[in-house]
Structures are given as structure tokens and as C-alpha cells.
């Protein structure tokens, strides 16, 4: 087990406050995390104005306020009951999220669902500068090119600062602007924020309400290989289902009430853009009450684009140790987001309005690549080995989980392959796609609920013939290191 992180943080006390670690283990002493941190992690990570719009996707389609309110609140909860479980897995092992996944994928073999993780992060980041740079302009008049620069550079200088500082600059966002989008919600619950009686007809369609439905389960799921880099400094004696709940709790309370929110902006407002509809309800209800509603909700975007970049960076080292061994210390992972911040920021600049759309598309692509990896990692965590892994093996490139397992491998490809038929893929530059099933079904999109169930049965499968006594031993010789080397 490499000691380098440790030695780093004796030798370089100059960059204060910058965190340590990057891809390695965080022993027991260093684990300063609090529970109680995790829910406003979660819930400002989903209170900003990139998840208004998504109550705009039912009633662009037909479906009522009411109607779509349900279908959010309904694919928030399951996708974050995934996600949620996904928490507990960082104060058991200490672990990035996307290192702990060799486990299933082989040392090597992970670096399929890396590749997946990465270009997630990094479109949410190309989507979220495009975002700020046309929404701030628009509603403030600021010049977008310099909008872009500066959300990008605050962006990374708070990836670089790292996990403590991502956890306290989401808590002071969310005290900011927790306040504003309340009293923007009681105004339009009594009638004092504007609006007016649509002119178009709402009501229940079941293509719209699974579109919303869907839109809504990912929007979180697509947050898995985030949760553990985030939880990985709790205690080891931390309750998982205390994890779980405050993650779960954070993370769907505050989608579910701007899912609803977007909903009403969309049908009473006309509202087209999150962050202009924010700022006209909130208008209303008095002058410049919106206005900084609008910017906090941007801010927390900013923030949010920040947690990605974070996310990003230790997944592309985890992938460059896949063939290359890299030395887990800030330096690496300071330099890593600073080349992904260039990369995002040169992407963001070419593209288009209309771009954003391809963007979006990508991203549904990118659901579906998830899906089979949270299947077979929640599955072997909670039902094969139960939490039990030998983290020196994790590192080790000859280690007992192999460079290629086929196990995780072939479960995921026939998850994957499973959901081909009921794929509905919008238009992703000349090409689109609707598998038979799904024009079956009037061209409704389910296939990730049939990657999640075919997945997890795959796996089960696969590994019935494996027993978990046989890596016993390794993982005991595993502790015994860690301990020699960590106290």
C-alpha cells in the first residue's frame, strides 16, 4: 500500500487547507467527516437551477402540473434509492467510489464504467457552463464569454481545494439560498407570484408521465459514482442506514421540490429557462427578490460544477493506474482537474444553444452505461461479499480480484444488452434511435428498469458458485497493512 499520501501531508504544510488525498485510502485518524454534513451536501447539490427545467419535460408534453409533480416525486425516489446505497459504501471502505468497483470489474477491466463516469462528469460540467453563460447573460446582461472563464476557474479551484471545502461551500449556499426559493414557493402557493390560467389543455398522457418519470430517475442516478468520494472521510463505525437516509433525504427533498416548482413555471409562466423563470416568479412577489434567487441558484450551480470536476478528476486518475501507476498525492489530482477544467471549458466555447440539446442526449446514453455498473456493484457490495474487501488488493495489479473479472464483466454486457430493445434515443447529431420494444410501448423509454433487474439477476447468477471465505485470508493479510502502515 503506497504511503506517499501521508508523507506528502508531513512534508507540505504550505498549502494549507488543499485536501491530501486523491485516489488512495483515508485511514481511520484522518476520517474527520460528520454525518449531519451529508444532507445539505445533497440537497444543494439538486437545489439549482438545472433541475427546474426538468419539470418543464411533462408539460411540454401535455401532462398537468399535478401529474408531473407525481411522475418527479416518483422517479426521485428510485433513482435515489440507488444512489442513496451507494453513501454507505465510504465510511466502510475509505474509498473513491470508482476504485472500490475493481472489485467487480478487475484492476483493469473497471476502466469500461470509468470511461462512462468520466464523460458523465464532464458533460454535466460542458452542459452546466453553457447553462450559466446564456442563462446569467440573459437574465443580467453580463458578457457570457467572461461568465464562462469565471465559472470554470471557480469551478476548479474548488475541486482543488477538495472534499472538505466542497462540503462547506454547499452548506453556506444552501443557508443563502434555502430562504429565497421558500418564500418564492409560499408566494406561488397563495396566488402572489404571478401567472396565469394556461390556454393550453393539461392533463394525464402515459408517454409524458414516463418521460418525466424517467428524466427524474436519472437526473439522480447519474449522481452514483459521485456519493462514496464524498462520504469516504465518515468514521468506519458510521450506521450505513444512517448514510443512506441522510444522502437519500438530501438529495430527493430538494429535487422533488423544484421538479414541482419548474412544473408551475413551465404552465403559469411560459418559462422556457430555469434560472428566468426563477427570477420573474421571484420578481413578483417583490423587486429583486428574484433577481437573487436567480444568482444564489446559479451560484449553486457553480458549486455543483465544482463537485463534478472533483468526481472527474479521480476517476481519470483511477483510469490512468489502470496501465500506469500513479502516486496518489494532491499534486496528481490538482494537475488532473486543471487539464479536465481546460478540456471542458475549450468544449463549452464551441458549442451552441441548440448544441445543449446533443448534450442532453449524450447524457440519456450515458444512463444507460450506468445502470448495469450500479446494478452489479450495489449487489456484489450488499449481497455477495457484504462489505467484506482486501483493500491492498484494490491496489494491487495482481491482486485476488484480477486485471479482467469476467464475473462483473459479463454481467454488466448482458444488462447493457438487455436494454437495447427498449432504448428511446433522441437525436444525437444525424443519428437517433427507438428500439421495437419501445414502439411498442408508444415510444416510452424503460429500458434502464430493465438494465437495473436484468443486471442484478445476471450477477446473482454468475456469482453463485463464488464463495467469499476464499478471499478471507486476503483480506485479513489486507488489515494487518494497513495497520502496520497506518497505526
Known amino acids: 500500500m503506497d504511503t506517499e499520501p501521508r508523507q506528502e501531508q508531513e512534508t507540505m504544510p504550505a498549502i494549507r487547507g488543499i485536501e491530501v488525498h486523491s485516489i488512495d485510502w483515508i485511514p481511520e485518524r484522518e476520517r474527520h467527516g460528520k454525518l449531519w454534513h451529508q444532507a445539505p451536501l445533497w440537497f444543494l447539490g439538486n437545489f439549482q437551477y438545472f433541475t427546474i427545467p426538468i419539470g418543464f419535460i411533462g408539460p411540454a408534453m401535455g401532462l398537468s402540473l399535478w401529474w408531473t409533480a407525481l411522475a418527479g416525486l416518483l422517479g426521485i425516489v428510485v433513482g435515489t434509492f440507488f444512489m442513496a446505497f451507494h453513501g454507505s459504501q465510504g465510511p466502510k471502505l475509505g474509498l473513491p467510489q470508482m476504485i472500490q468497483s475493481r472489485a467487480q470489474f478487475g484492476y483493469r477491466g473497471v476502466v469500461i464504467v470509468l470511461f462512462v463516469a468520466l464523460f458523465t462528469y464532464m458533460a454535466f460540467n460542458v452542459t452546466d457552463q453553457v447553462l450559466l453563460a446564456q442563462g446569467i447573460s440573459g437574465a443580467y446582461g453580463w458578457n457570457p464569454t467572461a461568465i464562462a472563464l469565471v465559472t470554470v476557474i471557480a469551478a476548479a479551484l474548488l475541486a482543488i481545494f477538495g472534499h472538505d471545502w466542497v462540503h462547506r461551500i454547499f452548506r453556506i449556499l444552501l443557508v443563502i439560498s434555502f ?46 459514482p459521485y456519493v462514496s468520494d464524498y462520504s469516504r472521510y465518515l468514521p468506519s463505525r458510521t450506521k450505513s442506514r444512517s448514510v443512506i437516509f441522510s444522502v437519500f433525504f438530501g438529495a430527493s427533498s430538494s429535487a422533488i421540490w423544484l421538479i414541482a416548482l419548474g412544473a408551475w413555471l413551465a404552465i403559469h409562466l411560459s418559462a422556457n429557462d430555469g434560472l428566468l423563470g426563477l427570477k420573474t416568479a421571484g420578481n413578483n412577489v417583490f423587486g429583486g427578490l428574484g433577481s437573487v434567487a436567480a444568482l444564489t441558484s446559479a451560484l449553486a450551480l457553480l458549486a455543483t460544477m465544482g463537485m463534478n470536476a472533483y468526481g472527474a478528476s479521480l476517476t481519470l486518475l483511477t483510469g490512468i493506474d489502470c496501465f500506469k501507476k500513479v502516486n496518489p498525492t494532491r499534486a496528481a489530482r490538482i494537475v488532473s482537474i486543471l487539464g479536465l477544467a481546460i478540456v471542458w471549458y475549450l468544449i463549452g466555447d464551441m458549442i451552441t444553444t441548440s448544441a445543449v ?3 442532453f442526449t449524450a447524457l440519456t446514453l450515458m444512463l444507460y452505461l450506468l445502470v448495469p455498473w450500479t446494478a452489479t456493484n450495489l449487489i456484489d457490495f450488499f449481497y455477495v461479499r457484504r462489505g467484506h474487501y482486501a483493500i491492498t488488493d484494490l491496489f494491487s495489479l495482481d491482486g485476488i480480484y484480477h486485471r479482467w473479472n469476467w464475473r462483473g464483466i459479463t454481467a454488466y ?20 434511435y427507438i428500439g421495437p420494444v419501445a414502439k411498442l410501448l408508444n415510444d416510452t423509454d424503460i429500458s434502464w428498469l430493465v438494465g437495473l433487474v436484468v443486471t442484478a439477476i445476471a450477477y446473482l447468477l454468475i456469482t453463485r458458485g463464488f464463495d467469499p471465505k476464499t478471499e478471507e485470508q486476503a483480506i485479513a493479510k489486507s488489515e494487518a497493512t494497513l495497520k502496520a502502515d497506518f497505526g
Open 179 to 224: 430562504p429565497l426559493v421558500t418564500i418564492i414557493t409560499i408566494a406561488i402557493i397563495t396566488g402572489h407570484a404571478g401567472g396565469f390560467a394556461p390556454k393550453t389543455h393539461y392533463g394525464f398522457k402515459l408517454t409524458a408521465f414516463m418521460a418525466e418519470f424517467s428524466a427524474a430517475a436519472a437526473y439522480n442516478i447519474t449522481y452514483a
Open 357 to 359: 440539446n446533443t448534450v
Open 413 to 432: 454486457a448482458i444488462g447493457f444488452a438487455a436494454e437495447i430493445p427498449f432504448m428511446v434515443l433522441p437525436q444525437l447529431g444525424s443519428l437517433s
